[in-house]
């Protein structure tokens, strides 16, 4: 066999075998986060709140417990997260909400919202329309715009 149909064969095995360790990893990670969800069902509670400002923050400069300091791994506290500031009774906390949901919670209103812990997984609107904020686009999605504009071409989502 030629020195090049050898190194293939190394290849080949090598990406065979990271492949296999993946598919592993992922299917353990997957379980892992099924458990996690049915927790997070299980001590689900449906609160009342009013929600003061909402903002993607770094997890040490939240506000949050120092138990969920000390529980969080050291590579994710500088890691940024929707946080919440809600206003549950006369309590003013900080509250970590769901990523999916985060742009749909609407700020100054009050919510109906279920939590569990310190996580916000749903939001539904108690009082009027929830109005959710338009997203704020970027330098050049605003260029793009203001030339198809002038040029009159409708504007492609």
Do not use: W
């Not at 417990?65 to 946080?83: D, F, H, N, Y």
């Not at 330098?139 to 492609?156: C, P, S, T, W």
């Amino acid at each position: 066999m030629s020195t090049g149909a050898i190194v293939a064969i190394v290849i080949a095995v090598i990406l065979i075998a990271a492949i296999v360790a993946l598919v592993i990893v992922g299917k353990k990670a997957q379980k892992k986060q099924e458990e996690q969800q049915s927790q997070l069902d299980a001590m689900k509670q449906t609160v009342s709140m009013l929600i003061i400002d909402k903002k993607r923050m770094k997890l040490k400069d939240a506000g949050l417990p120092q138990a969920v300091m000390e529980q969080t791994p050291k590579l994710l506290r500088g890691s940024k997260l929707p946080i919440l500031k809600v206003r549950v009774g006369n309590r003013v906390m900080n509250l970590i909400c769901d990523e999916k949901i985060f742009d749909r919670v609407p700020v100054k209103k009050e919510v109906k919202a279920s939590v569990s812990g310190i996580y916000v997984t749903e939001v539904k609107g108690l009082h009027g329309k929830t109005q959710v904020q338009e997203e704020k686009k970027s330098f050049f999605k605003n260029l793009v715009a203001k030339a198809q504009e002038k040029a009159g071409a409708k504007m492609v989502k």
